[in-house]
């Protein structure tokens, strides 16, 4: 969309329920005034004839006459069955009414034949007076030489009519064909090639004496052309100027192309004109633009307040160079480029003396408003103070994908740096936790490393929206702590939210997924539910979060949660599968690549041979294998990188899910801070995938350990996986389902009072030993040595 817009000068509104298109409107000075004034001339398809004489101010409809017949105005009407040839005279007035203007009718013709369109020439050199040519719905091309019928001919293999255009310096016309592409007839050769007395004759073998109809030469677009132009403002300009339904075309007169020009928006109509000895060209589209090209260069664009059929360009009394341009409703429209004038001169301003404390508490106002914006933007400042003169200083700053920041590395001297995250990927991270890592050496040249962590706001992900009812996955928490207002633990999402009572709010992921937080009214429970399984971690993480902040600044120190449903495996296995499958595919890509590879360079060795032969054999169709394979090696290039994007995103979404499972076991089983460590390392044993080591296997091998030490049922387990673990290999399995047994045999053996632990004397089997901290169902761990 342009800043700019053009200028009204003057409009008109031409009745109610006509059409109008292209070849409605034209310009001149049709009643031979002799000022060289335009005149608008303009028809309807209902029958319509209207000439204006635009001013500044007024609207003045020189003539209206009201034809029996569709018609395209020049100084001739085209009917569907008639061509009439008119003459405007105007008188002047002698009274108050004005002059007086009348439609005389020189002469007609009645067609044979259902006219399309026309165009007008000296045909054949003639000088002194302008022929016609009319181009029928079935194809044939009838010409007449003033008040005469000089002949008809029709077009070879002809489907549907096109534009049509004549070109006074080959004497030729110029069409489009249904095959898509532009033809050039030359004046000559239609006169003297045969007569066909029907469409079907055009494409027999001629007749005795005559020529069968050619053109001289043909084009292939590729599109259909809405116009054709040929520019005549100069003997120096040689162009023939096509408007296709997405390009422009530029043809020299022989048929060769000058420039194609491809179009970012659907074309309505053009216009050539000349301008300072050169010819431009006005171009209007479906997005209400009107576009002012010199050759491919865009000179300037300006808005309209409709989409164009027509766009003519005339010189008015008042106005040189107006741009007329007409709707398919009849809104009529003459404008110009540019900008009004400004008479606009800036006031004095009364000099004052400067009052310094206000400017200061000003500045002081807009810094915290600028703490606070940036708060909320995800941006942070980070303040490296030294007591000592540092050296090899480096700071690198590390965040999860798909977060990024604008600047990972400083290596400058300690100061206060300042750096934005953002969300660099269509889905949510797995941690909206940061690091920040310096390594510097001290003066004595010891290298010491620092590392901090930070933590990014919820915001950066996901904004306020309505709750969604009717969802997929739903977690139930439970507290033993009444219900807390939702809007007050989040008061940067509650002031969007349409619930005012505090006990629902829900967060819209940048990805698209929805998450609702419910608080009950009537028990001491929160659920969370959502269309994605792993898209609710961020959130119930969060949740908690907030609520240990909000009760410890209560002073409550009791304050427990609870999960007392059951573990939602099936729901956290489809990650596991659908990561998995990725993997294998990945597998698979590779292995093509590497046979398509090889196949490739073997027929490169061939055809390297061939050609260093002093006599070389036929190629026997090895650069066409050749060609094949190469477009088989970049197609599945380009499909495992497509994939390799996909199993980033489906490993980030695992370790959300992951997360979430490893948060929920705790709840249900009300694991200490060091037995949800070592939970989370089993699950999570890496930050990455990688071709040589996946998760699947990792996890399965940290599993199993769980399961044949700490979690054994006997001691000889113990004992037997301690001998085993030195000549475990590791690779991609075959499926998922001994992993998911696995992890589904951990969470059995943790709910009936397995204890995780990496000490070396763990009891082998605990009975469940449980404490009733809570409401009931809820189930704590009693902590290990």
């Avoid at 766009?311 to 809104?331: I, K, M, Q, Y």
């Avoid at 959502?530 to 119930?540: A, K, N, T, Y």
């Amino acid at each position: 969309m342009s800043l700019f817009k053009a200028c009204d000068w003057w409009s008109a509104t031409l009745g109610e329920g006509e059409e109008f298109d292209q070849g409605c409107l034209c310009v001149g000075d049709v009643d031979n005034s002799g000022t060289g004034h335009d005149k608008i001339i303009v028809g309807s398809y209902m029958g319509m004839l209207r000439i204006f004489s635009p001013h500044a101010n007024k609207c003045t409809e020189v003539f209206g006459t009201n034809l029996r017949y569709i018609c395209f105005l020049h100084l001739a009407v085209l009917h569907p069955r008639k061509l009439s040839v008119y003459a405007v005279f105007g008188t002047a007035g002698n009274v108050d009414h004005g002059d007086q203007y009348q439609l005389k009718l020189i002469y007609e013709h009645n067609l044979q034949r259902t006219a399309c369109n026309m165009t007008y020439g000296t045909f054949g050199g003639v000088t002194g007076h302008h022929s016609l040519c009319i181009q029928s719905m079935d194809g044939m091309l009838m010409f007449f030489e003033q008040d005469s019928y000089t002949f008809g001919r029709f077009l070879p293999g002809f489907l549907l009519p096109g534009p049509l255009a004549y070109n006074s310096r080959t004497d030729s016309f110029l069409t489009v064909s249904s095959a898509r592409q532009l033809e050039s007839y030359k004046y000559e050769t239609l006169a003297v090639s045969a007569d066909a007395e029907s469409r079907q004759d055009s494409d027999l073998p001629p007749k005795a004496g005559g020529k069968r109809l050619s053109p001289d030469w043909t084009f292939v677009l590729g599109e259909q052309a809405l116009d054709v132009s040929v520019p005549s403002f100069s003997h120096s300009s040689s162009s023939i100027l096509v408007l296709g339904e997405r390009n422009l075309f530029c043809f020299r007169d022989n048929g060769q192309i000058c420039f194609m020009k491809k179009l970012e928006f659907n074309p309505s109509c053009f216009q050539p004109y000349a301008s300072d000895g050169t010819t431009s060209l006005l171009l209007g589209n479906h997005t209400n633009m009107l576009l002012v090209y010199q050759d491919v260069t865009l000179k300037w664009a300006a808005q309209l307040p409709f989409v164009p059929v027509a766009v003519r360009v005339a010189n008015f009394t008042e106005l040189r160079g107006a741009v007329v341009s007409l709707t398919s409703d009849g809104h009529l429209l003459c404008s110009y480029m540019g900008t009004d004038p400004s008479f606009f001169s800036t006031p004095k301003v009364n000099a004052r003396e400067v009052d310094y404390e206000q400017v200061d508490a000003e500045m002081k106002k807009l810094h915290r408003f600028i703490r606070e914006a940036t708060r909320t933007q995800g941006r942070r400042l980070v303040k490296i103070k030294a007591l000592s003169a540092l050296q090899s200083f480096k700071l690198s700053i590390c965040v999860q994908p798909p977060l990024a920041v604008t600047e990972d590395q400083f290596a400058l001297e300690p100061m206060v740096v300042a750096f934005s995250a953002f969300l660099n990927g269509r889905y949510p991270p797995a941690d909206l936790t940061g690091d920040i890592i310096v390594s510097y050496s001290s003066p004595t040249g010891v290298p010491r490393v620092l590392q901090s962590r930070f933590s990014l706001p919820l915001a950066l992900v996901c904004v306020p929206s309505s709750p969604a009812k009717n969802t997929k996955f739903k977690i139930t928490v439970d507290t033993n702590q009444p219900p807390v207002d939702l809007s007050s633990i989040f008061r940067e999402f509650s002031a969007k939210t349409e619930d005012k009572d505090g006990s629902s709010l829900a967060f819209q992921l940048l990805s698209g997924t929805k998450v609702t937080v419910v608080a009950s009214k009537t028990s001491q429970r929160y659920r969370i539910q959502s269309d994605s399984f792993e898209d609710m971690w961020l959130v119930v993480k969060e949740l908690l979060q907030r609520f240990d902040q909000h009760f410890a600044k209560l002073g409550i120190k009791d304050f427990r949660k609870s999960f007392s449903g059951s573990l939602p495996l099936q729901d956290y296995f489809l990650s596991v599968d659908h990561h998995f499958q990725l993997r294998v595919s990945a597998q698979q890509y590779q292995d093509l690549l590497s046979e398509r590879a090889v196949q490739f360079r073997a027929i490169q060795r061939r055809l390297l041979t061939r050609f260093k032969d002093k006599t070389p054999a036929p190629l026997q169709n090895l650069d066409t294998l050749l060609e094949a394979t190469y477009s088989q090696v970049m197609a599945l290039a380009e499909a495992a990188e497509d994939n390799r994007a996909l199993l980033e995103q489906a490993f980030v979404r695992l370790r959300s899910a992951t997360h979430l499972l490893v948060l929920l076991m705790s709840l249900w089983q009300g694991l200490t801070p060091d037995q949800t460590a070592i939970l989370e390392a089993t699950l999570l044993p890496l930050l990455q995938d990688t071709p040589q080591l996946g998760w699947e296997e990792s996890c399965d091998a940290a599993v199993s350990h769980l399961l044949r030490s700490c979690l054994s049922q006997s001691p000889k387990d113990q004992a037997t996986t301690l001998a085993q673990t030195g000549g475990l290999v590791l690779g991609l399995p075959q499926d998922t389902a001994r992993l998911k047994k696995h992890i589904a045999l951990l969470c059995d053996r943790i709910g009936k009072g397995g204890r995780l632990t990496l000490a070396s004397d763990a009891n082998v089997q605990v009975p469940a030993q449980v404490q009733n901290l809570a409401a009931p169902g809820e189930h704590r761990l009693k902590p290990s040595v």
